[in-house]
Structure formats: structure tokens, C-alpha cells
């Protein structure tokens, strides 16, 4: 049943991509388990998912340990400074970097494990209070400040859309963000790539794609919705 909804999220991303004329490999769809069993991530798993987004560092580490080793697990979440340490050798890509004390962080520990870390930079691009990540207008400094540290490698923007009821409404966030990265981009930065864009969610990844996502967050969709014992973020 997990594995018709993995199915029927992947086809909706292939459709998205074939109305916007772009390439189906072009776009990693990222099965947000966040709260979810070790059961149903298997199951996802065993349906083809090997990219897993998650929003907690204590359940990064309990879940790495007992599913299979290729998994490429995405910190998605707000990630406080001494937790760093906890998740940088189990992660393959942390999304939510919103200061400059957390990227230096990163580039602490990474040089101690000695790799590179490939990091997005989160953006909050509707500007809500309730939300991290960088203001667009600050974004471009903060990147040209990261992209100095040693061990990290910036590969683009994060965003998280607002809660909407149609999808619509987050059409013209998308392409802000997505003008936000190709304005980076033409500055050549040294380690800068901008060449991911991570933004769409459940309720809006098929606008997201259609406005140039490389990378959709799809949690709900997957697995179904998230009982809470534990404040969303
Ligand atoms: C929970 C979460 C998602 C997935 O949200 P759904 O609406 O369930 O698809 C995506 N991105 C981030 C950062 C999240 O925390």
C-alpha cells in the first residue's frame, strides 16, 4: 500500500516534469520518514527509495543503524550547533543551513572526519516569522561568507513554501527562489554550484517542479499523515 503511494508520487513527478519539458532524472523526489517506523521506511525501501529526509538528529541516528547502509539520509530540519557532530558522518546532505555559526560548525566537524559536506542553504523566502532560513536579500552574502570555509561544498537553495490550500499560491515563491539561484550562480562563486533546489512539498512539489525544483521533500504523500507527540516545526 506504501509502495502504491511511493509509486503514484513518482508518477505525478514524471508528469510534472513532462509539462515543463524537463527530464525526469533531473529531480530526486525525497521520501520525508520524519516520525515514521522503521517498518514503513523498509517498505518505501523495498518499493525503490533510497534518498530519506528527516528532520531530528536523534532520529537520524536511531534509524541509520537499522536499514540498509545505501540509504542517503537528508537532514531537512532546523539543526542546532552541537548536534552537528551527532549526524555529520550518517548524513549525504544537510538542507537547512540558515547562519554562518552553523555552516562553521559543519566545517568544524567535517574537517575532523576529513570530508566534504554538501549543504544547502535555506531560504525563507515568503518571509514568515514562524519560519528559518535566510532572508532572500541577505541570502547572496551569506553565501559569498559559507562558500570561504573549508570542507563544505554550497550545491544551492532550500526553501519551505507557506502552508497553502492551493498550490497555486506558492507558484510565484518558486520562482523567486529560482531567479535567487540563477543570480548566485552567475556571480561564480568559488565552491558554489546552485545547482539544487530543493522546495515542494506534499501540497505544492508538482508547481515546485514545474518552476524548477531538483529536489522534492514529499512526506504526507508517502507515508501518510504525521501523528504528533512532538511540536512540528
Ligand atoms: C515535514 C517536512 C516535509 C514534508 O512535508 P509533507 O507536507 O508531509 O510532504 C518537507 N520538508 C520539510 C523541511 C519538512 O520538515
Not at 530540519?77 to 555529520?88: D, W
Not at 536579500?137 to 492551493?166: H, R, S, W, Y
Amino acid at each position: 500500500m506504501l509502495k502504491d503511494n511511493y509509486e503514484a508520487v513518482e508518477k505525478k513527478v514524471a508528469q510534472a516534469c513532462a509539462r515543463a519539458g524537463r527530464n525526469p532524472s533531473e529531480v530526486t523526489l525525497i521520501a520525508v520518514s520524519k516520525t515514521k517506523p522503521v517498518e514503513m521506511l523498509q517498505e518505501i525501501y523495498d518499493a525503490g527509495a533510497r534518498v530519506f529526509g528527516e528532520n531530528k538528529v536523534q532520529e537520524i541516528c536511531e534509524k541509520y543503524d537499522k536499514l540498509p547502509s545505501d540509504i542517503k539520509w537528508h537532514m531537512i530540519g532546523h539543526l542546532q550547533r552541537n548536534k552537528v557532530r551527532q549526524v555529520i558522518d550518517k548524513v549525504a546532505m544537510i538542507h537547512s543551513v540558515d547562519s554562518y555559526r552553523l555552516a562553521q560548525e559543519i566545517s568544524v566537524q567535517a574537517q575532523k572526519k576529513n570530508i566534504t559536506m554538501p549543504i544547502l542553504i535555506e531560504v525563507n523566502i515568503a518571509g514568515e516569522e514562524s519560519k528559518f532560513g535566510m532572508s532572500a536579500e541577505d541570502t547572496i552574502q551569506l553565501v559569498e561568507e559559507i562558500a570561504m570555509l573549508p570542507n563544505l561544498k554550497i550545491q544551492g537553495l532550500m526553501t519551505i513554501a507557506p502552508f497553502v490550500e492551493d498550490a497555486e499560491e506558492n507558484r510565484q515563491y518558486f520562482r523567486e527562489i529560482k531567479q535567487l539561484s540563477v543570480d548566485i550562480k552567475n556571480k561564480n562563486i568559488d565552491n558554489v554550484t546552485m545547482d539544487i533546489l530543493s522546495m515542494g512539498m506534499t501540497g505544492d512539489y508538482e508547481v515546485a517542479i514545474e518552476e524548477g525544483a531538483t529536489m522534492v521533500r514529499v512526506g504526507t504523500g508517502i507515508f501518510g499523515a504525521r501523528n504528533y507527540t512532538i511540536k512540528e516545526r
